[in-house]
């Protein structure tokens, strides 16, 4: 009955299409003035008192019994605080969202202020805290992660890289494949994705932003490869993410490995068996994902001050899959448009330092690599 009132106000929120069965919201706060809103808490006061009643009657059950069932009803007293938290209007430092999928409903809630969470239960109960990464700075400025972490009181420090990114990288951007958002382009995009690969024939990663795109170039680009002896293995059509990994550094010479979101971050594959990097689009979050919506609206100028330095850390991430260790040698192709864009020449003062930026034509770039090959 509770999810009821939750599907009814997300079907109200984000009509449903035959197509669209994958469909999510926030709960905003006229969720509060919905008809029927009030009967959802008579329902949760009614489990409530059912969960109560049968813990009691534990109480006097064999304690094997009683071991068995400790861990089935935390889960379920879990489940129904969500559901408190999420039906209550004062709750309002939480993210509420109800996702739709396959005919289930779902809802989850997650801080709206991470950093407050981090400041009240762990930052005042240390003596000190280190914290450490590649990607905490955009352009040598902490401002996005202070705020996302609630750092500010921490002294901060930027250390130089032990990589000599000019000797070991190369960035390369094509200038007339086109805006991989127009179709027509994104065909002949998703063929430069073919000729590079079938220079290189393996020990290449390309990291993406959505499944679909994954899927469009497998399935453009993968009949090609076949015949040419080369393994194509793409992340939500060639099993798990460690077995397609595994595959890749056994098979690096002859096998290339597609993936998304959890893929530009926590990869290691050093060494030869990791040469060639496509970055397929920058990775900005879903603009229609909730939370990024509730979080982006803390901001004065969403982009500029949250979405824009998420995109360069995730793409800072990315970039890092290829230069692993000081003698590995390797060239990455960065295939969105908007590189030429205000904000992509901000960007491009972001890359790793030293490293060789070029600009031309495909066919200039499927030379270079038949000339490094030889």
């Known amino acids: 009955m509770v999810f009821d009132v939750l599907y009814r106000y997300l079907a109200f929120r984000v009509?449903?299409?035959?197509?669209?069965?994958?469909?999510?919201?926030?709960?905003?706060?006229?969720?509060?003035?919905?008809e029927g809103v009030e009967g959802v808490h008579r329902i949760l006061d009614a489990l409530a008192d059912r969960i109560h009643d049968l813990i009691t009657h534990l109480y006097g059950a064999p304690e094997a019994l009683y071991v068995q069932m400790d861990r089935p009803i935390a889960a379920i007293e879990w489940g129904l605080h969500v559901l408190y938290s999420i039906c209550r209007e004062q709750e309002k430092d939480f993210i509420?969202?109800?996702?739709?999928?396959?005919?289930?409903?779902?809802?989850?809630?997650?801080?709206?202020?991470?950093?407050?969470?981090?400041?009240?239960?762990?930052?005042h109960s240390l003596d000190a805290c280190?914290?450490?990464?590649?990607t905490l700075s955009v352009h040598n400025d902490f401002s996005y992660i202070e705020k996302s972490l609630s750092m500010q009181a921490f002294s901060k420090h930027v250390l130089a890289s032990d990589f000599d990114y000019a000797t070991q990288a190369l960035l390369f951007i094509p200038s007339d494949i086109g805006d991989i958002k127009n179709t027509v382009d994104r065909e002949r995009i998703h063929d430069f994705i073919g000729d590079i690969l079938?220079?290189?024939?393996?020990?290449?990663?390309?990291?993406?932003?959505?499944?679909?795109?994954?899927?469009?170039?497998f399935l453009q680009i993968n009949p090609r490869l076949k015949k040419e002896g080369i393994t194509l293995m793409t992340q939500g059509l060639s099993g798990g993410r460690q077995r397609m990994i595994e595959y890749f550094r056994q098979h690096s010479d002859s096998s290339v490995?597609?993936?998304?979101?959890?893929?530009?971050e926590g990869i290691d594959i050093p060494g030869k068996?990791?040469?060639?990097?496509?970055i397929y689009k920058f990775p900005f979050a879903v603009p229609t994902d909730p939370v990024f919506i509730a979080r982006s609206r803390l901001y004065r100028d969403s982009f500029s001050e949250y979405s824009?330095?998420?995109m360069i850390i995730k793409l800072r991430q990315g970039l890092g899959r290829l230069i692993r260790t000081k003698t590995d040698r390797g060239i990455i192709v960065l295939l969105d448009s908007r590189i030429g864009s205000a904000w992509g020449e901000k960007v491009k003062e972001w890359f790793p330092e030293g490293i060789k930026i070029r600009s031309g034509t495909r066919e200039t770039f499927l030379e270079m690599l038949k000339k490094k090959k030889m």
Request: hydrophobic letters at 40%; glycine letters at 6%.
């Open 308 to 310: 824009l330095p998420a």
């Open 273 to 278: 068996n990791l040469e060639t990097l496509i």
């Open 257 to 264: 490995l597609f993936g998304t979101d959890s893929f530009w």
């Open 198 to 217: 079938s220079i290189v024939r393996g020990r290449t990663l390309g990291l993406f932003t959505s499944f679909v795109s994954i899927k469009e170039v």
């Open 96 to 123: 509420k969202v109800i996702t739709a999928k396959d005919g289930e409903v779902s809802a989850s809630i997650t801080p709206l202020h991470v950093g407050k969470v981090l400041d009240e239960k762990l930052y």
């Open 130 to 134: 280190i914290a450490t990464s590649a």
């Open 15 to 34: 009509p449903q299409s035959g197509d669209n069965k994958y469909n999510q919201t926030l709960i905003e706060p006229n969720f509060f003035k919905q």
